[in-house]
């Protein structure tokens, strides 16, 4: 449960009358990342509770929150509808609002325009966290769709120019394949090796319905989909048009590099 307080110390100003909340309104609310709510209202400078049931984490108020304006930070680790609930220091209800945080979304930005992808961390949320960890900290900057294959796949997300392994990998994740979500076109997978739980920071978007990439068994347990390609798949069809070749011992690499300038999570 999140528990934040603004105390009579923090905020200022006397308690001789109670609070009153007029509005709550997010500036900014995206999954993974820093949150900023406005808790708009009257002599909020007594202590005011708020309380998020654990959906938003690390809570703290501005210092730039005001009697009239509490500016609420935390980190939003759900995906969805989440109740916010404003107390006064005895515990009384004095606000509720429940607050949206929408699925969220990531931008490659390429030499000839960006694709979006918007992730499905309900269905696969390590595989969401792990390549949202890639994101935040730029590992993708500067990588390549290294391997693309007509009527298959284009992957990326491990190699730099000249078909150079790009350090700095975190820990494989578990396979999360058994999900529901299927290799369908425009859907997003993560590559592997043929151990489940190998992948890393290599993905792939399906070109086409893979079908026979979907989980069937333990046995055959196929390649984790978390999310698709919302906006640009016309520039992911284009790369299947490139010609490809070998390069550094690696197949089906394009010949006309296609680098991944950055990755942005834009909701």
Do not use: W
Not at 167 to 194: D, F, H, K, W, Y
Not at 209 to 230: C, E, M, Q
């Amino acid at each position: 449960m999140l528990l934040v307080s603004c105390t009579l110390l923090g905020c200022g100003g006397s308690s001789e009358f109670p609070p009153v909340v007029t509005g709550v309104k997010p500036q900014s609310l995206s999954y993974g990342r820093l949150a900023t709510i406005y808790i708009g209202g009257k002599d909020l400078r007594t202590s005011v509770i708020v309380e998020t049931n654990g959906n938003c984490t690390n809570p703290s108020f501005a210092s730039s929150s005001t009697t009239d304006l509490l500016v609420l930070n935390c980190q939003a680790r759900v995906v969805g509808d989440f109740p916010l609930v404003v107390k006064s220091a005895e515990g009384a209800v004095i606000y509720t609002s429940t607050l949206t945080v929408p699925k969220p979304q990531v931008t490659f930005i390429t030499a000839n325009g960006g694709i979006s992808l918007e992730l499905n961390q309900a269905l696969a949320p390590v595989t969401v966290d792990n390549f949202l960890t890639y994101v935040a900290k730029g590992y993708y900057s500067n990588t390549l769709f290294h391997r693309v294959i007509p009527s298959f796949v284009a992957q990326g997300g491990g190699y730099t120019t000249g078909m150079v392994k790009k350090a700095g990998q975190l820990a494989p994740i578990v396979l999360e394949s058994n999900n529901g979500l299927s290799n369908v076109r425009a859907s997003v997978a993560m590559a592997r090796t043929n151990v489940a739980n190998s992948a890393t920071s290599e993905f792939f978007i399906n070109l086409v319905d893979n079908l026979s990439l979907d989980y069937k068994n333990s046995s055959s347990p196929g390649y984790a989909v978390f999310g698709s390609v919302v906006q640009g798949m016309a520039l992911v069809d284009a790369m299947a048009q490139q010609p490809t070749g070998v390069v550094n011992g690696f197949a089906d690499v394009p010949l006309n590099e296609i680098l991944i300038s950055m990755v942005l999570q834009t909701q």
